[in-house]
């Protein structure tokens, strides 16, 4: 296949668009794209797709700060030119932060994915010091167990292998805020969900994914550095 050009396109994502699918959320990307005039490059095959792909899917309700999408243009473009060809076609709800071009040889950014950081708004108005005990203990446990259901099949999950750190931020009667930063290793996470039941604060009202980092070794060793 003849090279063209890899570009990561990161921006934010409002509670107008909290409910869209990750499937939904691809074809939006898609026809932005094609209306941009962006020269996307397909797969090959009876089904050709837009070499399009996040690098870690939104779950439905929430919403996000810097999520990280990569593409694979046909013709090299400046990403300024493309960046602003986008501008005018975004919905309200979707704000492009930057675009950048990557190392065409680079591993996807799903394999690089390190952590990903959330602030979380929960329901139940426990109190302040309670929940700082929940938390201190979770931080000193070595392992944290909890079932979990995925695609129907139940589950016990190590949270605290996952949890980088977790944190109170505002508590008060009329906001109560956490801070979590989950981490990604070998296609294993946890969910943000069980987090909140080890820690037995109820439901979330709102989950907003603040920021995402990668590994830069994996980038190295992909493009020789």
Same mark, same amino acid.
């Given at each position: 296949?003849?090279?063209?050009?890899?570009?990561?396109i990161?921006?934010?994502?409002?509670?107008?668009l909290?409910?869209?699918?990750?499937?939904? &959320?691809?074809r939006?990307?898609?026809?932005?794209?094609?209306r941009a005039?962006v =020269?996307?490059r397909y797969?090959?095959?009876f089904? =050709?797709?837009?070499?399009?792909?996040?690098?870690?899917?939104?779950?439905?309700?929430?919403?996000a700060?810097a999520?990280?999408?990569?593409? !694979?243009l046909?013709t090299?473009?400046?990403?300024?030119?493309?960046?602003?060809?986008?501008? =005018? +076609?975004l919905p309200?709800?979707?704000?492009?932060?930057q675009? +950048? !071009?990557?190392?065409?040889k680079a591993?996807?950014?799903?394999?690089r994915?390190?952590?990903?950081?959330?602030?979380?708004? $929960?329901?139940q108005?426990? =109190?302040?010091?309670?929940?700082q005990?929940?938390?201190?203990h979770?931080?000193?446990?070595?392992?944290? &167990?909890?079932? !979990?259901?995925?695609?129907?099949?139940?589950?016990? $999950?190590?949270v605290?292998a996952?949890?980088?750190?977790v944190?109170?931020?505002?508590?008060?009667?009329?906001?109560?805020r956490?801070?979590?930063?989950?981490?990604?290793?070998?296609g +294993?996470?946890?969910?943000?969900?069980a987090v909140?039941?080890?820690?037995?604060?109820?439901?979330?009202?709102l989950i907003?994914?603040?920021?995402?980092?990668?590994?830069?070794?994996n980038?190295?060793?992909?493009?020789? $550095?």
């Amino acid at each position: 296949m003849e090279q063209g050009q890899r570009l990561y396109i990161v921006f934010s994502r409002g509670r107008r668009l909290r409910f869209l699918s990750h499937l939904d &959320m691809m074809r939006l990307w898609e026809r932005l794209l094609r209306r941009a005039g962006v =020269p996307l490059r397909y797969s090959q095959g009876f089904h =050709p797709h837009p070499r399009l792909s996040l690098a870690l899917p939104l779950a439905v309700g929430m919403t996000a700060g810097a999520e990280w999408l990569e593409c !694979e243009l046909v013709t090299p473009r400046p990403p300024v030119e493309v960046q602003a060809l986008l501008a =005018p +076609q975004l919905p309200a709800g979707l704000a492009l932060s930057q675009v +950048q !071009e990557a190392p065409w040889k680079a591993a996807a950014l799903a394999a690089r994915l390190r952590t990903s950081s959330y602030e979380v708004q $929960v329901r139940q108005p426990l =109190p302040a010091a309670e929940i700082q005990e929940r938390v201190e203990h979770l931080r000193r446990s070595t392992h944290w &167990m909890v079932q !979990e259901e995925r695609k129907g099949r139940a589950r016990s $999950v190590d949270v605290r292998a996952m949890v980088e750190d977790v944190r109170m931020g505002t508590w008060s009667a009329g906001q109560q805020r956490l801070h979590l930063v989950l981490r990604h290793q070998a296609g +294993q996470s946890a969910r943000v969900e069980a987090v909140l039941t080890a820690l037995d604060v109820g439901p979330a009202f709102l989950i907003h994914r603040e920021a995402l980092s990668f590994d830069p070794d994996n980038l190295d060793r992909a493009v020789g $550095v």
